[in-house]
């Protein structure tokens, strides 16, 4: 059995940065690839960044890309967010996923292991 556990959101002010942090317990070394994920209230989940393990091939969505960094710590087997000039429009409820299939994509649909989420306020 997997657990991902979740920490580091909050409220920051629009240009800031926070960093999310996701953490696997119990048999981590199966899983192949992490993903992040966000939601807001009568939306889809949104795929926003992957990373297969081992820290290799990360992509990111359009509208994250060249803020936001995904990486992975294997000593920890931790999964990392970096965001940074955060606006509004990035606020919603943030999801680490993981799974055991060899490809990463934005599937949500494909994932098998959750996080609790962990919510990240931009004020307008």
């Known amino acids: 059995q997997v657990q991902l556990v979740e920490s580091g959101g909050g409220s920051v002010q629009a240009g800031g940065s926070l960093r999310l942090s996701c953490a696997a317990s119990?048999?981590?070394?199966?899983?192949?690839?992490w993903g992040w994920f966000r939601q807001t209230p009568g939306k889809e989940r949104e795929g926003i960044a992957t990373?297969?393990?081992?820290?290799?091939?990360?992509e990111y969505s359009d509208p994250v890309k060249g803020r936001f960094a995904i990486s992975f710590d294997s000593a920890k087997n931790t999964v990392l967010l970096q965001m940074s000039s955060l606006q509004p429009d990035d606020t919603a409820m943030y999801y680490c996923?993981?799974?055991?299939?060899?490809?990463?994509?934005?599937?949500?649909?494909?994932?098998?292991?959750w996080g609790q989420g962990t919510q990240v306020t931009v004020p307008a």
């Open positions: 996923a993981a799974k055991s299939t060899t490809r990463c994509d934005f599937n949500s649909g494909s994932y098998n292991l």
């Open positions: 990373i297969y393990a081992g820290g290799s091939f990360p």
């Open positions: 119990g048999r981590a070394h199966l899983i192949s690839c």
